[in-house]
């Protein structure tokens, strides 16, 4: 069992930056790859960026990429999403989320097995 908490989320201008935190719970965080996802009124639930147990592999939504960074820190059983050069269309609830190793498409949400309560992110223009 993993219990995810998100934090850092906020309202910030276009072109601002956050950085999101997730922290886990349980002493097998490290058998864990992570994700987030972002979840915007009206729209389904969107893929953001992944990362494997060990951070050897990061991958990331087209929309994203090179304005965010995922990265983790094992030793504090904690996952950061990075968010530079926010626009409004960044705006969204985001999400964190562990998968088994070998669960299949890390860019799936279905191969998701724990989530947290998300984290509000507004980015006005």
């Known amino acids: 069992q993993v219990q995810l908490v998100e934090s850092g989320g906020g309202l910030v201008q276009a072109g601002g930056s956050l950085r999101l935190s997730c922290a886990a719970s349980?002493?097998?965080?490290?058998?864990?790859?992570m994700g987030w996802f972002r979840q915007a009124p009206g729209k389904e639930r969107e893929f953001v960026a992944a990362?494997?147990?060990?951070?050897?592999?990061?991958v990331y939504a087209d929309s994203v990429k090179g304005r965010f960074t995922i990265s983790r820190d094992n030793a504090k059983n904690t996952v950061y999403l990075q968010m530079n050069s926010l626009k409004s269309e960044d705006t969204a609830v985001y999400y964190c989320?562990?998968?088994?190793?070998?669960?299949?498409?890390?860019?799936?949400?279905?191969?998701?097995?724990?989530w947290g309560q998300g984290t509000q992110v507004t980015v006005s223009s």
């Open positions: 990362i494997s147990w060990s951070g050897g592999i990061t």
């Open positions: 989320a562990a998968r088994r190793i070998g669960a299949g498409d890390r860019s799936s949400w279905l191969n998701y097995d724990y």
């Open positions: 349980g002493r097998t965080f490290s058998s864990y790859g």
